[in-house]
């Protein structure tokens, strides 16, 4: 199958397009939000989620504790489904996260939220899904159907609103030609990619790396890989790698680390990038089979590795949705390289209903 035939290609590449009103088109929720939030004396934020749109959320949380400096908990949905618990959220900002709007153990912390009184929201891409309705806001990715199983332009959405509801805290904003320069940016994406995807389509395994907000897009780059290639790839903080992990690194061993330029904090670019350097020269210290998809190839220069060079960002949250269309993009060419649909992964369905 070429890859460009496919709904996920396809899908891919109309994430950065819909980003254009997505402000406008929610900016009327982000007021009130903003004023909710104001008046309620939060002193933390909540998040639920699962899969994919866990990982927004893991973006959201690096977003938010570095610009802000609210904590923000990732929810474990299963302590109130499964094991009954009163979560005390009264002085919470509660965010449920779920693309169909329809995962029930989401569902049910949104609902004790607003018991407790919390400020809740949800993102979502279907108005008229439970979450949607239960929750006291809703922030729509606008996207239309998302027919491929892999989801992506819902995950670029989510981003994108995750960062307007940072910036509803006191966070940065967000850039307002973001999607004119992401649209601008695809074919070198493409191209980059093109450089390493052949790489992987004999491969079985593979860590993939990075660390603060980049680790939301290392591990949705390790779930695409696993429910569209059957690759079994592990994701990792790379600070927690070297904690255990690092010891199933030997010769050829592919990994693939992702790392941006800039930080998400003046003043920290020169912290961030040793940081990156340090795990590029250690994966090479053992023979790592290593492969950056970076904005700043400068910084791996006399290290052996492969290298995608894309277009970065401003900063590493703008960088963040050039290197999640660099691992969408991965993904697709390498399941069609191994002969397999990337829209109909085999076990799995759209909707996913957990409890």
């Not at 795990?279 to 290290?303: N, P, Q, S, V």
């Not at 649909?341 to 759209?350: E, F, I, M, N, Q």
Request: hydrophobic content about 45%; aromatic content about 6%.
């Amino acid at each position: 199958m070429n890859y460009k035939n496919t709904l996920m290609w396809k899908e891919l590449n109309e994430g950065p397009v819909l980003l254009h009103d997505l402000a406008s088109k929610n900016a009327e929720t982000l007021s009130a939000i903003a004023s909710a939030v104001k008046g309620a004396d939060i002193d933390c934020i909540y998040t639920a989620a699962r899969g994919t749109s866990d990982h927004a959320m893991l973006w959201f949380k690096y977003l938010v504790e570095s610009t802000v400096g609210i904590p923000v908990a990732s929810g474990a949905p299963s302590t109130v489904t499964m094991y009954g618990a009163k979560l005390r959220l009264g002085r919470a900002l509660v965010v449920g996260c779920s693309q169909s709007g329809k995962a029930a153990d989401v569902l049910e912390i949104v609902r004790q939220g607003n018991a407790c009184g919390a400020v809740t929201v949800a993102i979502t891409n279907d108005v008229t899904s439970p979450l949607a309705r239960e929750a006291r806001f809703h922030l729509c990715c606008f996207a239309g159907e998302e027919k491929s199983v892999a989801a992506t332009k819902t995950f670029t959405c989510q981003l994108f609103l995750a960062a307007l509801l940072a910036n509803c805290l006191g966070g940065p904003k967000i850039n307002g030609t973001l999607s004119e320069k992401l649209v601008q940016s695809l074919p070198a994406i493409d191209a980059a990619i093109d450089g390493i995807a052949g790489s992987f389509i004999g491969a079985e395994d593979c860590f993939v790396l990075a660390r603060g907000l980049m680790s939301a897009i290392a591990f949705e780059c390790g779930l695409k890989l696993q429910e569209t290639c059957y690759i079994r790839a592990r994701a990792y903080h790379s600070s927690d790698f070297y904690h255990g992990p690092m010891a199933m690194i030997g010769k050829g061993t592919k990994v693939i680390l992702f790392a941006s330029k800039c930080s998400l904090v003046p003043g920290t670019d020169s912290v961030h990038r040793a940081d990156y350097v340090q795990c590029a020269r250690k994966m090479e210290e053992l023979g790592a089979d290593l492969y950056i998809i970076t904005d700043d190839a400068d910084a791996f220069a006399g290290i052996a590795a492969h290298v995608a060079a894309v277009p970065g960002g401003a900063n590493e949250a703008e960088t963040s949705f050039a290197l999640t269309l660099a691992a969408q993009m991965l993904a697709c060419k390498v399941s069609c390289g191994r002969g397999l649909s990337p829209d109909t992964p085999r076990a799995l369905k759209k909707v996913t209903v957990t409890r």
